[in-house]
């Protein structure tokens, strides 16, 4: 075969074990990657990384001698309209979930179909085909064990990873694109550079993501199962949500390097690693989950819409320091550990009582691992109306889930200084602290620390309330 392929790269930003760059052993090929403005596209937080990311790949693909063509509008006219201008027939790239990308595809293979050509699709971001994988009824899965189940012995035989390409050939005719600047996607004047401490904790790019993973199998994985919860621990979790989420590692190569490490804490860490396949699996065939409560009796959910409630949550001001730490965690490097994630989520859509779509907003904007399927599916769990979402009534309290998780206050010192001389008695309840342990402490509440938004006891009244109120109209 000669005629060129077009690579299209979307989710899939690597070389190594990608179904899409096989193709690139018989033809000469085009890669290209379309930046889509519109609805969903990344919030601020996956921009910077995306950016990142983008000129790994191209290092990655230009050293390899087809350099990777960046292009920014509607991908449906974009492609086809490439794909006859190089004379490709076909058009490879790694199969979404995310709805409007469903859409895009559908559309994008119509037009490409009209004159002959095709757009295939391969697996690449998941470990399970969500249209292939069913309950004994034939339905899709709804409930997450018996889905892991079902799974986990799929995987048994999972082949293992592609090799990355040697030398590709370069399709003729390609055009130059954008420079990759040109997109936009950093920070820059007169907006302040937010994303200064990112560089920090994080190496964007396929090599920065296997070097992570291969510090966490050292340091992480035996441990995981005991320590995945403590928000004040190295190593306590992976952090492979961003590279995972843009595909600079596959779901594969981590499977099969924590398999081949083992240890303990191996089950537990492929269990979480299935949550995302379930997220998706949801995703795929519960596509107004983006927007839409699963479950339907939450469409009356009594929200007490406050911007200023709202805020005082986003900026880590609730003066509950476990909720506060994480969204300063949040805010700093655009991430935040996963309990931390579920505590500061239930206070908002709880305690608060502000509509979940607003907090996941707001978590879209700010997260570098920002994943549709991901992030809707846990905050509906969160909130309760999710597929498979814990009863109610279990409200997080963030003064004894801090106490449990972060025993020391490790955790809430580090995002926290202003806390940091507490006792580890009153450090994830400061507004009970005796005047003299605050003024030892250099604590003034509602001048160094804010008093609490809500009292625990009465906001968890109210959310059983409104909880109440939906139940009985149904
Ligand atoms: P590890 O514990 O090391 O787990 C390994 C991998 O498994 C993760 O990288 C992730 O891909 C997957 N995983 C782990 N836990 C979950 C989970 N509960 N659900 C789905 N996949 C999981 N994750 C995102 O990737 N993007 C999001 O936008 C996102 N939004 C969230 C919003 C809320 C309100 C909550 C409660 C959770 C959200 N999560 C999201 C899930 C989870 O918090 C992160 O995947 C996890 O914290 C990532 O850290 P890690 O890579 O160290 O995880």
Redesign the pocket.
């Known amino acids: 075969m000669t005629d060129p392929a077009i690579l299209w790269f979307r989710q899939d930003l690597r070389l190594g074990d990608n179904p899409v760059l096989a193709v690139a052993a018989e033809r000469p090929v085009l890669p290209v990657f379309v930046f889509e403005d519109g609805p969903r596209a990344p919030g601020g937080a996956a921009r910077w990384w995306l950016h990142h990311s983008l000129a790994a790949l191209a290092g990655a693909l230009a050293e390899r001698g087809a350099p990777l063509v960046i292009l920014r509008g509607d991908a449906r006219e974009i492609i086809p309209r490439l794909a006859a201008e190089i004379g490709a027939t076909e058009v490879h790239a790694g199969r979404q979930t995310e709805p409007l990308a469903r859409s895009r595809d559908a559309a994008t293979h119509a037009a490409l179909e009209a004159t002959g050509r095709r757009l295939v699709l391969h697996r690449n971001a998941l470990l399970h085909e969500p249209h292939r994988v069913r309950t004994g009824e034939g339905r899709p899965y709804g409930v997450y064990t018996p889905f892991s189940r079902a799974v986990f012995a799929l995987l048994e035989g999972l082949p293992p990873p592609l090799p990355a390409p040697g030398r590709l050939r370069p399709a003729a005719g390609a055009p130059s694109g954008l420079p990759l600047d040109g997109l936009g996607l950093l920070p820059a004047p007169p907006v302040p550079d937010w994303a200064a401490e990112f560089r920090e904790h994080w190496t964007p790019g396929e090599s920065g993501a296997h070097a992570r993973l291969a510090a ?1 199998l050292e340091h ?1 994985l035996d441990r ?1 199962a005991a320590r ?1 919860n403590m928000p004040g621990v190295a190593w ?10 843009l595909g600079e590692i596959s ?1 594969r190569q ?1 499977w099969h390097a924590a398999r081949e490490k083992g240890g303990a804490g191996l089950e537990t ?1 492929l269990k ?2 299935l ?2 396949e ?2 998706h699996h949801l995703l795929w065939h519960r596509p107004e989950m983006v927007d839409t409560p699963l479950r339907p009796e939450f469409a009356a959910f009594p929200w007490r819409e406050d911007a200023a409630l709202l805020r005082a949550w986003q900026r880590g001001r609730t003066g509950y320091p476990i909720v506060d730490a994480g969204m300063r965690e949040l805010w700093r490097t655009g ?4 309990r931390v ?2 505590i ?2 239930s206070f908002l859509v709880k305690h608060l009582l502000q509509p979940w779509q607003a ?2 907003a707001w ?2 904007d700010t ?1 570098v ?7 809707c ?3 509906q ?2 909130a309760g109306c999710g597929a498979d979402a814990a009863p109610y009534f279990r409200i997080f309290n963030p003064v004894l889930q801090g106490e449990k998780f972060d025993p020391e206050g490790a955790y809430v010192r580090r995002w926290c200084p202003e806390l940091a001389r507490l006792p580890d008695r009153f450090i994830h309840r400061p507004h009970e602290a005796p005047e003299a342990v605050l003024r030892e402490a250099g604590i003034v509440i509602g001048r160094d620390w804010p008093a609490p938004l809500v009292d625990l006891a009465e906001g968890r009244a109210r959310a059983l309330a409104a909880f109440a109120a939906i139940k009985g109209g149904e």
Do not use: Q
């Open positions: 966490f992480g995981y995945r306590g979790t992976s952090g492979l949500s961003p590279h995972l989420h779901p981590v860490f979480e690693l949550w995302r379930f997220s991430w935040m550990h996963n994630r579920m500061a989520a907090g996941e978590f879209w997260l691992d920002a994943d549709l399927a991901n992030n599916a846990s905050w769990w969160v």
